[in-house]
């Protein structure tokens, strides 16, 4: 898988990953939209009316992503050496957020299962597991295994990535490694101060 890898210069990769992200939210709230102006607003007449069953996960999905991106500026600012937060700053407020996007997450379960139970509007509720699934997704690419990789053709690895996830054998996100340097050395206050001093240098 690697030898098919695309590479780029890190400023270029970083830049690609950050705006990419937001593009992406972009691209799959302007769907989101579009498909609900069609399949369940009677060809807009209420198109502003959100069903909350298919909109919550969306918007789950949607700020794990913009932390994404703000996550990859902040290196790219780093590479540029613009002023931005260092990785121990970052490891300590991603360590936070990974748990509040874990407690939105979970905060769906009971609603979906509710929506089934009460056999609310079919292709209101596909819509909102399919994006609930991205969400989950992408909060394990980020905040645990990377899934992402990308071809050389631009397309990119889906099943691979997934079967070294399931079989425990992926490799820790950038990300992932950040909070956990920030955890360890969080142990140690002497040892972060010393250490975040030197980065900032």
Do not use: C
Not at 77 to 86: E, F, G
Not at 100 to 122: F, G, H, Q, R, S
Not at 171 to 177: A, E
């Amino acid at each position: 898988m690697t030898k098919q890898l695309k590479k780029r210069p890190i400023e270029k990769e970083l830049k690609f990953l950050a705006d990419y992200e937001l593009y992406g939210v972009l691209m799959f709230a302007g769907m989101y939209f579009a498909v609900k102006y069609i399949v369940d607003m009677d060809l807009g007449k209420n198109a502003f009316q959100l069903n909350w069953i298919s909109f919550y996960p969306l918007l789950i999905f949607s700020v794990i992503v913009t932390e994404g991106s703000f996550y990859w500026r902040n290196k790219l600012r780093m590479v540029r050496r613009k002023t931005a937060l260092n990785n121990f700053q970052i490891g300590r407020i991603y360590s936070k957020l990974r748990w509040i996007n874990v407690i939105l997450l979970a905060a769906y379960l009971p609603v979906i299962i509710i929506a089934v139970l009460k056999k609310e509007d079919l292709s209101g509720i596909i819509i909102g597991i399919l994006l609930y699934f991205m969400a989950v997704i992408e909060q394990i690419n980020y905040f645990h295994i990377r899934l992402s990789y990308e071809r050389e053709n631009g397309g990119l690895f889906v099943i691979e990535p997934l079967k070294k996830l399931f079989a425990g054998t992926g490799k820790r996100s950038q990300l992932r490694k950040d909070i956990d340097t920030y955890l360890k050395a969080g142990k140690n206050p002497v040892e972060m101060k010393g250490r975040t001093t030197e980065t900032e240098e």
